[in-house]
T-cell receptor, first 109, second 114 residues
Framework: RKEVEQDPGPFNVPEGATVAFNCTYS??????FFWYRQDCRKEPKLLMS???SGNEDGRFTAQLNRASQYISLLIRDSKLSDSATYLC??????????FGRGTSLIVHP | EPEVTQTPSHQVTQMGQEVILRCVPI?????FYWYRQILGQKVEFLVS????????KSEIFDDQFSVERPDGSNFTLKIRSTKLEDSAMYFC????????????FGPGTRLTVL
């Protein structure tokens, strides 16, 4: 089983739509969880950390389900500028993150 | 806002040549990393560096790779004898401290081995 799994997509949605991505992880000892955004041929940029209680930042909501070992990202009111690849990142007790392959989102007019 | 910088942005080299990729981490950060991303694939951890020594490294980081922090600001990745399969984007990242702290990535160096 892969350590961090994501549906590669692409998710093709119209502007204004709500879209959700899931990510599953295999290491039950994982401690830190993040969503990064990566534009084509650019560096990953932190979108948000994911906490057990769930957290929201504007149009973005992240949830963590430790029992089922998955994290989710919900994007409301999608914008054209949201088009990117969304990377799920999981860290265990060390500082070494494990990246998923990413989920591609395309928002069209 | 402070940022991680990397040079060069693109490096083209011949197979068997040595390359040095350079990074300037954020100044008060304590942990430094190198990652690579082969085109179309996921970001892969190479090595982490703390307190002037390697703290962890992956299977990818074999004897052909080395890292240095030659002064108080630069952090370099050297590939001694490049192979075709070393062609990738190489990202440097730095982190203030703590496992929950954010890692900030540099813009990357695209390495092309011919």
């Amino acid at each position: 089983r892969k350590e961090v799994e994501q549906d590669p997509g692409p998710f093709n949605v119209p502007e204004g739509a709500t879209v959700a991505f899931n990510c599953t992880y295999s290491n039950s000892a994982s401690q830190s969880f993040f969503w990064y955004r990566q534009d084509c041929r650019k560096e990953p940029k932190l979108l948000m950390s994911v906490y057990s209680s769930g957290n929201e930042d504007g149009r973005f909501t992240a949830q963590l389900n430790r029992a089922s070992q998955y994290i989710s990202l919900l994007i409301r009111d999608s914008k054209l500028s949201d088009s990117a690849t969304y990377l799920c990142v999981v860290r265990g007790g060390s500082y070494i993150p494990t990246f998923g392959r990413g989920t591609s989102l395309i928002v069209h007019p | 806002e402070p940022e991680v910088t990397q040079t060069p942005s693109h490096q083209v080299t011949q197979m068997g040549q040595e390359v040095i990729l350079r990074c300037v981490p954020i100044s008060n950060h304590l942990y430094f990393y190198w990652y690579r991303q082969i085109l179309g694939q996921k970001v892969e951890f190479l090595v982490s560096f703390y307190n002037n020594e390697i703290s962890e490294k992956s299977e990818i980081f074999d004897d052909q790779f080395s890292v240095e922090r030659p002064d108080g600001s630069n952090f370099t990745l050297k590939i001694r004898s490049t192979k075709l399969e070393d062609s990738a984007m190489y990202f440097c990242a730095s982190q203030l401290a703590g496992v929950t702290d954010t890692q900030y990535f540099g813009p990357g160096t695209r390495l092309t081995v011919l």
